[in-house]
């Protein structure tokens, strides 16, 4: 696939559609909610050939592996052409908590690291991350760790405008405070919660503003 052609393709979460280089703040009720909607997400992006990856914790990771077996193997008998593939999955673990705690210089070179690897002059597809954020709960009191989480999700999205990919940052409202979900969300492009998407058209100076702050 040419830059260009990654560039135009367009997917959708929940039905919404979505561009190349969006960065989308996904805020969800339930984990039944989250499953449903990465699922599907990931899942239309293996038929279009695109290389997916999804960070998410163990137990969570399970459920949407055996899932996604289940409704390929279905799509399978149905002859609907369902790619083979799975996404890959990460554990916070091997991501976001190497080291054993987070920092947001680290997980931007974890990402700086990733790239290299997947965008080569010899392939120039589209991908798509989705990155459940619950790993964060444990450490929501910790002094000067909010900061850090909406300075990486700023830089992350600078990053990503980068290469010709969406990602979808997932965040429980029952995890997550009111005051860290509004300030997460103006650092992301795209805000989506219940199905429903709204631009963000502040996001971009934000997010240099905090860089700058590193």
């Given amino acids: 696939m040419t830059d260009d052609a990654a560039d135009s393709a367009v997917c959708t979460i929940g039905g ?3 561009a190349a280089r969006d960065h989308v703040c996904l805020v969800y009720e339930s984990d039944s909610q989250r499953d449903r909607t990465i699922i599907e997400f990931l899942a239309e992006g293996l038929r279009a050939g695109h290389r997916c990856l999804c960070l998410i914790g163990a137990a969570a990771q399970l459920g949407m592996a055996g899932r996604m077996a289940r409704e390929h193997e279905k799509a399978r008998l149905d002859e609907n052409g ?33 790239a290299a690897t997947t965008y080569t002059p010899h392939r120039h ?21 909010a900061d850090d989480v909406v300075r990486y999700e700023a830089g992350f999205t600078l990053w990503s405008r980068a290469y010709p990919q969406v990602t979808a940052c997932m965040y429980d409202t029952r995890t997550f405070p009111d005051d860290l979900l ?8 795209t805000l989506w919660i219940d199905g429903e998407a709204t631009a963000n058209p502040f996001h971009l100076d934000l997010a240099r503003i905090l860089v700058a702050e590193q």
């Fill in 82 to 114: 369902l790619a083979d593939d799975m996404p890959e999955f990460a554990l916070p673990s091997r991501s976001y908590l190497q080291g054993g705690g987070f920092s947001s210089r680290r997980m931007l070179r974890f990402w700086a690291d990733w």
């Fill in 125 to 145: 597809g589209a991908t798509r991350i989705a990155a459940d954020m619950t790993w964060a709960h444990p450490f929501l009191r910790t002094p000067g760790f």
């Fill in 182 to 189: 509004l300030r997460v969300s103006k650092v992301h492009s």
């Fill in 16 to 18: 919404v559609a979505l």
